[in-house]
């Protein structure tokens, strides 16, 4: 099940010396590769989001720069059959200025050289914030610390280590709208986690069961104005096998390039054609359906719980986001044509519509 989409298996820099986009970074691969040697200023968007689920709660942190604006967010979310217990997002928000950019990594870190292996740690922000936020690379992970105190005055506190085990294949793409305008992403799914968050006097397990799963989703760009897009992840173990699910719409059609992917037992399958999308904006919460038209890659239904709901007009931003939590159900096919059984699945869709 070949992709047209051009397999990168050497390092590589993203932006030529004037920095436009270098059209040797186009492609995808399988371990981080790229260097995101960006140039210039007002349009560059610079992230990292780490997700780490559980059965019953997780964990969401957010450390991005936009060039005039910084912004972090933590957000802990919990439920049990009868609904949601806890939801809880804190953000700071600082300006930025030209010369004075948050020192975000280029490369990646670890075994694979001075490029592959695990992508390297976060930037440091000023302790003095009201959401504090670090991700460090160690051997073997990515350690995510946090603290932040909620709406009511509880402190929120978190020490994760997200394992990226030996052999375990990711998803990393370059995206091209043209050779100004482009965004490097690098999606990890299914990484097993392990750790504690600390809600005012109660504590929340992660992976003491084996069942905490961390999933990141790496930029570096330079972005148009106005974008909206989907994405849907979720991580966990179904029909014996530990499966990753990536996928994107909207944003790449028409560029070649997608962020279509598999991960199952640590083995990624490339998928490079677009994904159909069936979903009514005005009621995220009501069941979705992801496809691959022409074929049986993907046929998965997706059965919402909560909608993390944003909406902001705020000078040079505009943003709607529903980031809908829920299950996933259904099959996937691998690329050696392995059918794999999706039953309940945990993870997310969303649909989210930018200016910035």
């Known amino acids: 099940m070949a992709t047209h989409e051009r397999e990168i298996t050497a390092p590589v820099e993203l932006c030529r010396p004037d920095g436009r986009l270098d059209p040797d970074a186009v492609g995808w691969s399988r371990t981080p590769l790229h260097r995101a040697n960006l140039r210039g200023w007002g349009r ?9 689920t559980t059965p019953t709660h997780l ?3 957010t450390v991005s720069d936009l060039d005039y604006l910084t912004l972090d967010t933590a957000y802990f979310l919990s439920w049990d059959e009868y609904g949601v217990l806890e939801d809880h997002e804190r953000t700071a928000i600082a300006p930025g200025l030209p010369g004075r950019r948050t020192a975000f990594p280029e490369g990646v870190a670890g075994s694979g050289g001075p490029y592959g292996g695990d992508l390297a740690g976060g930037p440091a922000r000023p302790s003095r914030r009201k959401v504090r936020i670090s991700i460090t690379h160690e051997p073997g992970g990515t350690r995510l610390r946090a603290r932040a105190l909620t709406a009511d005055l509880r402190p929120l506190e978190a020490d994760l280590l997200v394992a990226l085990p030996d052999g ?8 091209p709208w043209d050779d100004e305008r482009f965004q490097y992403t690098s999606k990890h799914t299914a990484r097993p986690a392990t750790g504690t968050v600390r809600l005012g006097d109660r504590v929340y397990d992660f992976g003491a069961d084996g069942d905490a799963w961390g999933v990141l989703d790496h930029g570096r760009g330079r972005w148009p104005r106005s974008l909206g897009w989907n994405w849907g992840a979720a991580s966990g173990r179904t029909d014996g096998h530990t499966v990753g699910l990536q996928f994107g719409g909207q944003w790449t059609a028409g560029t070649g390039s997608t962020e279509n992917a598999l991960c199952v037992d640590g083995r990624l399958s490339k998928i490079g054609t677009e994904l159909a999308w069936h979903y009514d904006p005005a009621t995220p919460l009501a069941p979705w359906r992801i496809t ?3 074929s049986d890659r993907v046929d998965l239904a997706f059965v919402p719980f909560h909608d993390r709901r944003t909406r902001t007009e705020a000078g040079l931003i505009a943003n709607r986001t529903d980031q809908c939590f829920g299950r996933y159900r259904g099959t996937v096919r691998t690329d050696d044509g392995l059918r794999v059984e999706v039953d309940n699945l945990l993870g997310w869709a969303e649909d989210v519509r930018m200016r910035w």
């Not at 560059?44 to 780490?52: A, D, F, L, N």
């Not at 375990?168 to 995206?175: A, G, I, Y």
């Open 44 to 52: 560059t968007k610079r992230w990292e989001y780490w997700c780490v």
């Open 59 to 61: 964990l969401a942190l």
């Open 168 to 175: 375990h294949e990711t998803l990393s793409v370059v995206v």
């Open 292 to 294: 691959t038209p022409g």
